[in-house]
């Protein structure tokens, strides 16, 4: 029940999308674009979120491709997750959506929702940065393509009125050897203590973290950490957690001595793990 | 406030109404259809005791704008009468108190319609979905399953 | 005809499939209006002022009520506004109430409330409530109104305080051997049922008042608004339909007042109060916190001497329900042993956390927690087998309980065969770890449990029957539905006790207090014995009306006649007789006469002997009967991460008499289901301001279908002779024992005595860091 009122548009091009943000903008309206909507409906529910006017994406086929050419993999930004899973076309994001909220909310969070939203885990965006992924996003001259790596830094940078609108994937990483831990404060439900996904390129390892800092985020140090030849396991891991940007989180899930504790773990498991297949 | 005036199609009767477009399904199948089958838990997508089918999926109605479901198929626990599951539950006891079972019946429904022969780890994955706090899961495992074996 | 004992269908079975079941919230009439509440900020502060006037100004909105005018409430001590003034004691304390027309006319009039607040430092716990320089949450508690038997004490946080004395504490010591102490703590947590709290509320032109309400104790509502606002009892209609879970969260009475006070705001139109999820769980009643210290003597042999316990009951920011809750713990301050010597302080204190509701067990899981760990460390210390140490020690027939009642076989069941079974059931090893891999060890922990239930010792509950011309009855009892099926139980009881089939029995679903008979509250365990005995009661009423009839219209004595199949007959010639639906509404000569009338069985129940507890000793009989039982809970730890899994649970319990055998199994189930969340997982948490982090169901988690484990039932049939066909409440012992045996069995397996809810990897993390440090 949310307790404020908006207009609510559906706009079915993204030009559209883009010039009614503006038009809205300009008649002193807070406009917000809506592709699940979860957040605003929960957010809104107790003010932590207000809006007037809702541009709901939708309705806009780009937002809504899956597809998988020879070189690429392009997946619009308002797919619910459940679309993602049973698309099975990125086994690391399938796994990690598969992850997030349950099953029957993801039939309306969506990939561009949980990457842009306000809530801080924002997982679904750990395979893009391993994947070096590209973000196609709607701007005043257009459809733009950028490098996930320019356009999101703990979260999405934008410009006002800017939006994602689909991610490209090489088609090459889809079969990299991967994994994705979620890990809980207790048994399996619930935000994570620590997510980690990792995949291997090149015979590097790539990693991603989520729920251990107010954001996500893929470090070159803690890579270069993991991806030092000369130490054990649990080195690499001890190295890598000296490296952690901060803040790392102290809240209702877990305290932050006890997050690295976990992630540190979690991290030699997996370095362990490949380990055994780079013998194989 | 805007008002405006639209058409849902709910348990294949068209239905007319006047929302706000900030109103949830799930306040307007209750507040204006009288449908309080559908029950709110938690209005924040947590317990799925609002849980009823957008075109045949399961969809927690406090999550979803009444306005988005404008030209889609809604069907609430009212719309089902007399399903194998519905009779499951009672044969299983598969519930206490009651209030969380119009939305598990409708997530196992649909369950049910998308996978006829959904194994253990669907099925957890699907179900993961409600909190039944009297906690009839495994009687919930035993009716859900009982409809699937015979369906399958 | 065998009806006790079957699983029989309940009875609104197809209704709660179907969506129809009606619960509070489900009146979405247009007429009526919506209340708001606005909740503190603070967990401890002065109310500097209350700025109404934005949310006043809304169009839509009716009314905003503050507190200053409002009488103090409060089940036995008068301590709380029913809207703070002055002073908010916790966080998500109501401090303002408005009535729109509308709901989200109301939530946005309520976020334009401005309160202006003067921070108090917090007081996060009962143990620091209790040091000498803690601030006082309550400035003198012993001004405060209350009933007799709650005991406070005066310029202190204490609000009750409950000694047992039995035999003699210091022989006891001298006596021991070997002994031990024990220091645990639980944080309080909720019962989170799907069903939020609501009420609606009308007040009618002749004065009469009609409040709807999610509770457990529609009765204990009228008696209680009545004593607060001065309104004649008989003025006061309360209504229940469906209740949506209650765990006895919903025996409290919160919302009611707050619907009462809306409707009075608005010319007594009818006016709605639904709590949110986050209000739910922050303002209404919660589920009790405790911090205890347990030592405990035995021989060398491991014959248990005494047992010396201090509880200090989280009160929270008002006493309410934690005065009883107190005392109810001191009852039964140890488990189910046989001890001559036992001493025990129990205080319920006044910390700013929200204030406890009952939680199903009311005290006693909590208490059994601690003595249970306490159990297990002197057995291991003796270095004996903790299933062995129980049974040396178990409570039996002849003994005393700790406030000295003797028992027999009917009161206090039996415990041994409870744990011969489940030890047999379980396969018992001891205790002992088995090692499942390098890292993983499987282990299963026990835990005994009893309860008595400590209710007032005038309870009541009555019964009415009303026959219908086709002879069908309708069973009218005032015990809420709130899902443990007890209205179906009461309607196999009338079945086996009428010896008719139960299809002809029409169950009242809901209560009305204007025209249903008052069961006390559907708490306790307490519905199959009093409601119980008040259906037999009122069936004998109407067996009586039945021959009576039949006497009259064969010309035979009443005495030859026998009632059965829904017919009274003749006991020697059967086919001689009458159907019910022949005299149901009296009987009707060939020539049109008529005589007799409806028949209407009434039957009333009264706890018989009990007795309020000595305020020195604590002797007294404070309910009619223990139940017990026996408790594993069979884990999987991860020695390096210190996560685990529960691989089963497993409950043997006297039950006395099985009524409904898959009713029974839920009950139990459901009861074990909670008590691993509870144990393993759920609590508030707060911040160093006191402020609630977690108040919503994605950050308070109850347990979810994939989590909950295999679970293992039998019951043990020892009658308890005073309850129909012998039942014993079988809705709570479940829960009883689990947090001391995941407890016991965590314990063994991370090598560190884990004394501290909830159990989470993060407690068995710091645990074994803490003990590693002090073993450097």
Same mark, same amino acid.
């Given at each position: 029940m949310i307790p404020f009122d908006f207009d609510y548009f559906n706009p079915e091009t993204v030009q559209e999308a883009y010039h009614l943000y503006h038009s809205l903008t300009e008649a002193g309206r807070e406009p917000v674009y809506f592709s699940g909507g979860t957040e605003i409906i929960t957010l809104g529910r107790i003010h932590q979120l207000y809006t007037d006017a809702v541009i709901d994406l939708k309705g806009i086929p780009e937002c809504r491709t899956a597809q998988l050419d020879d070189e690429h993999l392009y997946l619009g930004a308002a797919l619910p997750l459940t679309a993602v899973e049973e698309a099975r076309l990125f086994p690391l994001l399938m796994k990690n959506v598969k992850e997030i909220a349950d099953h029957t909310a993801r039939e309306k969070v969506t990939l561009g929702g949980n990457i842009? !939203?306000?809530? =801080?885990?924002?997982?679904?965006v750990l395979p893009f940065l391993l994947s070096d992924s590209s973000f196609v996003i709607a701007g005043k001259d257009g459809l733009k393509v950028q490098s996930i790596h320019d356009v999101f830094e703990e979260h999405i940078q934008l410009a006002p009125g800017e939006f994602l609108v689909q991610t490209i994937t090489e088609k090459? =990483?889809?079969?990299?050897?991967h994994v994705n831990i979620k890990r809980k404060?207790?048994?399996?439900?619930?935000?994570?203590?620590v997510t980690v996904a990792a995949a291997i390129v090149g015979r590097r390892l790539r990693i991603g973290i989520s729920g251990l800092c107010p954001f996500p985020f893929r470090s070159y140090e803690v890579e270069a950490a993991l991806n030092e030849?000369? *130490?054990?396991p649990e080195q690499k891991a001890e190295l890598a957690i000296s490296h952690m940007p901060a803040p790392i989180l102290n809240d209702s899930e877990a305290s932050a001595e006890y997050r690295l504790f976990v992630l540190k773990n979690t991290l030699t498991d997996i370095l362990v793990a490949f380990e055994g297949m780079g013998r194989r | 406030m805007t008002i405006v005036s639209v058409t849902l199609m709910i348990n294949g009767e068209e239905r007319t109404t006047e929302i706000r477009y900030a109103d949830i399904l799930l306040t307007v199948l209750r507040?204006? =259809?009288?449908?309080? &089958?559908?029950?709110?838990?938690?209005?924040?997508? $947590?317990?799925?005791?609002?849980t009823v089918h957008v075109n045949g999926k399961p969809m927690k109605?406090?999550?979803?704008l009444a306005i988005e479901a404008v030209g889609e198929d809604i069907t609430t626990i009212?719309?089902?009468? +007399?399903?194998p599951i519905q009779q499951a539950f009672i044969q299983h006891f598969a519930?206490?108190? &009651?209030?969380?079972t119009p939305g598990f019946i409708m997530n196992c429904q649909a369950l049910i319609q998308a996978y006829?022969?959904?194994g253990d780890k669907v099925i957890k994955e699907w179900l993961e979905?409600? #909190?039944c706090r009297c906690t009839s899961y495994e009687e919930i495992e035993a009716a859900v399953k009982s409809v699937l074996r015979s369906e399958a | 005809m065998e009806i006790i004992g079957k699983s029989v269908i309940r009875r609104e079975a197809l209704d709660k499939v179907r969506g129809r079941? /009606?619960?509070?919230?489900? $009146?979405?009439?247009?007429?009526v209006l919506h209340a708001k509440i606005v909740t503190s900020t603070?967990?401890?502060?002065? #109310?500097?002022a209350v700025d109404v006037e934005k949310a006043s100004a809304?169009?839509? /909105?009716?009314a905003v009520i503050t507190g200053e005018q409002l009488p103090l409430t409060g089940?036995?001590?008068?301590?709380?506004?029913p809207l703070a003034a002055d002073?908010?004691?916790?966080? &998500?304390?109501?401090v303002a109430l408005l009535v729109a027309d509308n709901p989200h006319t109301a939530a946005k009039a309520a976020a334009l409330v401005h309160v202006e607040y003067e921070p108090l430092p917090v007081v996060h716990s009962p143990t620091d409530a209790i040091r000498k320089d803690a601030p006082l949450?309550?400035?003198?508690?012993?001004e405060y109104e209350r009933e007799e038997g709650a005991d406070p004490i005066t310029f202190?946080?204490?609000?009750n305080y409950t000694k047992i004395r039995k035999g003699n504490i210091e022989a006891g010591w001298r006596e021991s051997e070997v002994t031990v102490e024990a220091s645990v703590s639980i944080p309080p947590s909720d019962h989170a049922a799907m069903e939020t709290r609501a009420a609606t509320a009308e007040i009618m032109e002749n004065g009469e008042i009609h409040i709807t309400s999610s509770s457990q104790a529609p009765f204990m509502i009228k008696r209680l608004l009545s004593t607060y606002f001065?309104? $004649?009892? &008989?003025?006061i209609i309360v209504n229940t339909p469906?209740?949506? +879970?209650?765990? !006895?969260?919903?025996?409290? @009475?919160?919302q009611e007042i707050l619907a009462y006070l809306a409707a009075k705001a608005v010319d007594g139109r009818k006016v709605k109060l639904e709590y949110s999820r986050e209000q739910d769980l922050t303002t209404a009643p919660c589920h009790v916190g405790l911090d205890a210290t347990i030592k405990l003597g035995s021989t060398k042999e491991g014959c248990l001497k005494a047992a010396e316990i201090v509880y200090l009951f989280?009160?929270?920011?008002?006493s309410d329900k934690a005065v009883h809750l107190s005392r109810a713990g001191a009852v039964d301050c140890t488990g189910p042993y046989d001890i001559e010597h036992i001493w025990c302080d129990s205080y319920s204190v006044y910390t700013n956390h929200p204030y406890p509701a009952p939680y199903r067990g009311f005290a006693h899981s909590e208490v059994l927690f601690a003595f249970e760990r306490a159990m297990n460390m002197l057995a291991e210390k003796l270095e004996i087998d903790p299933l062995e140490f129980r049974l040396k020690n178990a409570i039996l027939p002849g003994h005393t309980t700790p406030t000295q009642v003797v028992l027999n076989r009917s009161t206090v069941g039996d415990l041994p065969e409870c744990l011969r079974r489940l030890k047999k059931m379980i396969h018992w090893d001891g205790g002992k770890p088995t090692r499942i891999n390098e890292r993983t060890v499987r282990v299963k922990g026990i835990s005994c449990a009893w309860k008595n239930?400590? #209710?007032?010792? $005038?309870s009541i509950s009555g019964a009415i029957l009303t026959f219908n011309e086709d002879g069908s009855i309708n069973l009218i009892s005032g015990?809420?539905?709130?899902?443990?099926?007890t209205k179906t139980v009461l309607a196999q009881i009338l079945a086996e006790k009428l010896q008719?089939?139960?299809?002809n029995i029409h169950v009242k679903m809901t209560v009305d207090t204007q025209t249903t008979p008052e069961?006390?509250?559907? @708490?306790?365990?307490r519905g199959t014995l009093m409601a119980g005995r008040a259906v037999l009661a009122a069936a004998d009423d109407a067996i009586v009306q039945l021959k009576n009839a039949a006497a009259c219209v064969l010309r035979?004595?009443?005495?030859d006649l026998v009632v059965a199949n829904s017919r009274v007959f003749v006991r020697e010639e059967p086919e001689r007789g009458l159907d019910f639906k022949e005299i149901a509404y009296g009987y009707q000569y060939p020539n049109g006469n008529a005589v007799g009338g409806q028949i209407i069985g009434r039957g009333t129940y009264i706890q018989r002997n009990m007795t309020h507890l000595d305020k020195?000793? +604590?002797? +007294?009989?404070?309910?009619p009967e223990w139940a017990v039982s026996a408790q594993c809970i069979e884990i999987e730890l991860d020695?390096?991460? =210190?996560t685990y899994k529960v691989v089963r649970a497993v409950c043997v319990l006297d039950?006395?008499? /099985? *009524?409904n055998e898959k009713a029974a199994w839920g009950q139990v189930t459901g009861a074990m289901s909670m008590g691993l969340a509870f144990a393993g997982r759920e609590t508030f948490v707060f911040d160093e301001k006191g402020?609630?982090?977690?108040?919503q169901l994605r950050t308070y988690r109850p347990m979810h279908y994939k989590e909950n484990p295999r679970y293992l039932v039998d019951f043990v049939e020892t009658p308890h002779l005073e309850a129909p066909y012998g039942a014993r409440g079988v809705g709570e012992q479940g829960l009883l024992g689990v947090p001391a045996a995941l407890a016991n069995a965590l314990s063994v397996a991370a090598g560190t005595a884990l004394n501290r809810l909830p159990l989470t990897p993060e407690t068995i993390w710091r645990a074994k860091a803490k003990e590693e440090a002090s073993n450097r």
């Open positions: 842009c !939203g306000n809530i =801080f885990y924002r997982e679904a090459n =990483f889809l079969t990299a050897p404060r207790q048994w399996d439900t619930g935000y994570p203590v030849p000369a *130490l054990s | 507040e204006k =259809f009288g449908l309080t &089958g559908s029950k709110p838990g938690c209005l924040n997508g $947590d317990c799925g005791a609002c109605s406090c999550l979803m009212e719309g089902l009468k +007399g399903t519930f206490q108190c &009651g209030y969380c006829p022969d959904a979905s409600n #909190i | 079941a /009606v619960y509070t919230s489900d $009146d979405t009439s247009s007429s603070f967990a401890h502060a002065n #109310i500097i809304v169009p839509g /909105v009716l089940e036995e001590i008068r301590d709380r506004r002073k908010v004691r916790y966080y &998500g304390e109501a949450i309550h400035e003198n508690v012993d202190t946080n204490i609000n001065d309104i $004649d009892v &008989g003025k469906f209740v949506g +879970g209650g765990y !006895g969260g919903k025996a409290s @009475v919160q989280d009160s929270g920011a008002y239930s400590t #209710i007032p010792p $005038d015990v809420v539905e709130i899902g443990t099926a008719m089939d139960v299809g069961h006390w509250k559907t @708490v306790a365990s035979v004595s009443k005495d020195e000793t +604590g002797a +007294g009989r404070p309910g020695q390096r991460d =210190f039950a006395g008499r /099985v *009524l402020r609630m982090m977690n108040p």
